[in-house]
Nanobody, 127 residues
Framework: VQLQASGGGLVQTGGSLRLSCAHS????????IGWFRQVPGKEREGVSC????????KYTDSVKGRFIISRDSAKNTVYLQMNNLKPEDTAVYYC?????????????????????WGQGTQVTVSS
């Protein structure tokens, strides 16, 4: 299993970035793929996730209306379009996957639901 996150960078408040997570090595039928973020001294937080089979998405409250998660099945890539970025969005962003998420009682925003993790990509929003 491989998850490769990219697209981070430095942006001003109000700007946009699009993160990409290229994934391979696992079946998608029952999978969930999520984006998480972490700042030093804090726990890793679920930002957004997609349950691939039913194509349902979830967002943490602080990014609703600003971030959009999407998939390109032909490219085996999940994107996180981040708009109207704020300084509090500054973090290292990770993508993660659970190959057998379908039927889980728990939200795919829960980090313990994911078995596979990519390396992080730094997002810095300047004020």
């Amino acid at each position: 299993v491989q998850l490769q996150a990219s697209g981070g960078g430095l942006v001003q408040t109000g700007g946009s970035l699009r993160l990409s997570c290229a994934h391979s090595g696992f079946r998608l039928d029952f999978a969930a793929i999520g984006w998480f973020r972490q700042v030093p001294g804090k726990e890793r937080e679920g930002v957004s996730c997609v349950s691939v089979g039913p194509n349902t998405t979830k967002y943490t409250d602080s990014v609703k209306g600003r971030f959009i998660i999407s998939r390109d099945s032909a490219k085996n890539t999940v994107y996180l379009q981040m708009n109207n970025l704020k300084p509090e969005d500054t973090a290292v962003y990770y993508c993660a996957a659970n190959e057998y998420y379908s039927g889980s009682y728990y939200s795919c925003l829960e980090r313990y639901e994911h078995d596979y993790w990519g390396q992080g990509t730094q997002v810095t929003v300047s004020s």
